[in-house]
């Protein structure tokens, strides 16, 4: 999938005009592009058009509109769009009371490196986590991390002939899977360069 270019952004004028329809857009090409993974856990996976919105949103707040200021959020968000052989993604432990919030990141320290998912008939792919910078001590983890999922060729055919894909979370305190459902995985898929 190819980096976003300042050529691919609206102007600051022109975003202003098309943010509600693209925002529009953007809102239900995500919808499928979510999956839960137990109770608190949301893997939002991000692709070429959900982070042209995140990089559009961040430059209408700071109203950025300088060639150096725009190439700064390219080079901050542009990692997070998959390149044809793996699956990126926001993951969000998402706790609404803030004391239960504080004690379970503090119980999942280190859980970022147990989420993972399975191609049906191959082994488990665990998360690369937080591949720009730390987010976790041995005290507690971040309620936010960026997570980047590995395919092999012949785990990309699989899928692409009807394999499943689960995925979940191996940690003694946070132990749930999920199966993707078919729309979820064909939106999935189109991140990914199939042979």
């Known amino acids: 999938m190819e980096k976003l270019r300042r050529e691919d952004l609206y102007s600051l004028e022109q975003y202003a005009e098309k943010r ?4 529009t857009r953007v809102i239900a090409h995500k919808k499928n592009r979510r999956v839960n993974i ?3 856990l949301t893997l939002y996976f ?3 058009l959900t982070i042209q919105y995140q990089v559009q949103e961040m430059l ?11 190439n700064e959020e390219l080079d901050a968000y542009n990692p997070l769009i998959p390149d044809g052989s793996n699956l990126k993604c926001t993951a969000m432990f998402e706790y609404e009371d803030v004391n239960e919030r504080k004690r379970r990141l503090a119980e999942l320290a280190g859980v970022e490196n147990h989420v993972w998912v399975q191609v049906e008939g191959f082994d488990k792919a665990y998360a690369i986590a ?5 987010r976790s001590t041995d005290e507690k983890t971040s309620a936010v991390h960026f997570m980047r999922f590995e395919f092999t060729g012949e785990m ?3 899928l692409a002939v009807g394999k499943s894909l689960t995925m979940g979370v191996e940690h003694d305190l946070y132990p749930y899977t ?6 979820t995985l064909a939106a999935l898929l189109q991140d990914m360069t199939l042979d």
Do not use: Q, V, Y
Request: charged share 45%.
């Open 20 to 23: 509600a329809d693209f925002r």
């Open 156 to 158: 990309k055919s699989a």
């Open 60 to 70: 209408r707040i700071e109203k950025i509109f300088e060639a150096d200021g725009i």
């Open 38 to 40: 137990g109770p608190a």
């Open 46 to 48: 991000e692709d070429r």
């Open 130 to 134: 937080n591949e720009d910078l730390d």
């Open 178 to 183: 999920t199966l993707l459902s078919e729309k």
